[in-house]
């Protein structure tokens, strides 16, 4: 872990996000758990960039927040942000069967790390494409059990986090973060 | 139409609201064009009432702002508030074909009408239970040519304005606004 010799905050009531970050940013982060209200929008980055004005304005030093989403090729690209009400109320088995797929069961997914200094706003999106499975597979949380990345047999949920790593969007995503943040924020 | 002695803006950015609006309420209001913020909840009246913070911060005076959900049995009562998202992206007929219903077309529709005054936030809620149509009919505007109310045969969408205000969630939500606000608001 590098030092930085500069404080960031993440930002997020869901604890599977604070520990998938933590393991996969190069370096240390403090965390603060906090509801962040989330705006309508299908896009992550609009929703993030939201949620860390918020975060920001809450805790007054550097932050970041985590937004993602599910976007099906069979629903014109929803449910996007919103997949998570959709697996909270259905559960993931109840969701698959709740959508026509039509044979179309492209899909891809986004992250969007949003840092906020107090100075401006800054979104990082990072995304992943690949298919919808028939059924769930494996664990992991939100939509890891249905999700199988382009360039793999496996959903997220079955994979390990190594190989997870390699197709994650979220890293993407926290990769054009450390680059932005090196070249810009740190002295 | 009643003279009121106060001055109350409908504010939305759905021209179709705003007529309907305007024809159902028996007192005169002003109205304002404004794209409001919506968080997301699949609450109508916790979209509607900090969508109503919103418009009396922008606006300085009495306001009344609108939000509807459908809540569709088969998906656990999603999409709620969401549905305005699913029916501009999907369109109305790939909407219905994207769920599969398994032979439950029940649903209810809500809308909340919240009222905020620069003192508080008063969030006024109408429903109206029935069933999804097989295939759109009619016109009108959001889920009106999918929606059967219990108690009829017709969609939304097939009924003339007098008959869709005998079954309107719009018009009970209304109907309470406007019960509280004779009572307590005009002197």
């Known amino acids: 872990m590098e030092e930085i010799g500069i404080e960031i905050t993440l930002v997020t009531s869901n604890e599977n996000k604070f520990k998938e970050i933590k393991n996969l940013i190069n370096f240390p982060i403090n965390s603060e758990k ?13 929703v993030a960039c939201e949620k860390a004005k918020f975060a920001y304005n ?15 090729s069979a629903l014109n690209g929803l449910p996007g942000p919103f997949i998570t009400w959709f697996i909270e109320s259905l559960g993931i088995y109840r969701f698959l069967n709740s959508i026509n797929f039509n044979n179309n069961r492209k899909a891809y ?11 401006d706003i800054y ?20 939509y890891d059990p249905i999700f199988i990345p382009d360039g793999s047999d496996k959903t997220f949920g079955e994979m390990t986090f190594e190989e997870k790593k390699e197709f994650s969007m979220r890293q993407k995503a926290l990769k054009k973060f450390e680059k932005y943040f090196k070249e810009n924020v740190v002295k």
């Open 58 to 72: 809450k805790i007054g030093n550097p932050v970041i927040v985590d937004d993602s989403g599910l976007y099906i």
């Open 34 to 46: 906090i509801d962040l209200p989330e705006i309508q929008s299908l896009h992550v980055a609009k």
């Open 109 to 119: 997914v986004s992250t969007c790390i949003s840092f906020a200094d107090g100075k």
């Open 123 to 142: 979104p990082f999106v990072g995304t992943t494409h690949g298919s919808i499975s028939q059924i769930p597979r494996g664990t992991g949380f939100g």
